[in-house]
């Protein structure tokens, strides 16, 4: 499993989005491990972005944790794949609500909301990585 590397990186890191704003997810590293994962194992091929007060600053112990999932080959075609990452996020061990929404069915205004402040969770992940992804965490 790829592991969160330096804050150039863009794979699966948490860190800084590409635009550069050095945002950072405020999310202890075991649970940010564990979230990485389960996105891995439950939507490979999908780009995800957290967003909200988690990547703002303005995060306190009982926030939630929001999403959005992307194609990044097709933006605008939704995610057939989004109630299996749900239900695990669900069944995991992560001690907060994760939201999840879905790029392709948000409405343009939100869109643009999130791209102002966002951090780059995970972009599409080699075969490899979504294998030892599924061994560890089940695939559904």
């Known amino acids: 499993m790829p592991k ?59 926030s939630d944790l929001d999403l959005v999932v992307r194609n990044p080959a097709r933006l605008d075609e939704p995610d057939r794949q989004l109630s299996r990452l ?17 790029w392709a069915r948000i409405s343009e205004d939100m869109r643009r909301e999130i791209e102002r402040e966002h951090v780059v969770l995970a972009t599409p992940v080699p075969a490899t990585a979504v294998a030892e992804a599924r061994a560890k965490y089940g695939k559904r």
């Open 86 to 102: 749900r239900d695990a996020l669900t069944e995991s061990n992560l001690p907060i609500l994760v939201e999840v929404l879905d």
């Open 4 to 62: 969160p590397s330096d804050e150039s990186s863009q794979t699966r890191s948490g860190h800084a989005n590409p635009r550069g704003h050095g945002r950072q997810l405020d999310l202890p590293p075991h649970y940010r491990q564990t979230l990485l994962d389960l996105l891995a194992a439950h939507a490979p091929e999908a780009e995800v972005w957290a967003y909200g007060s988690r990547v703002t600053g303005q995060s306190h112990a009982g």
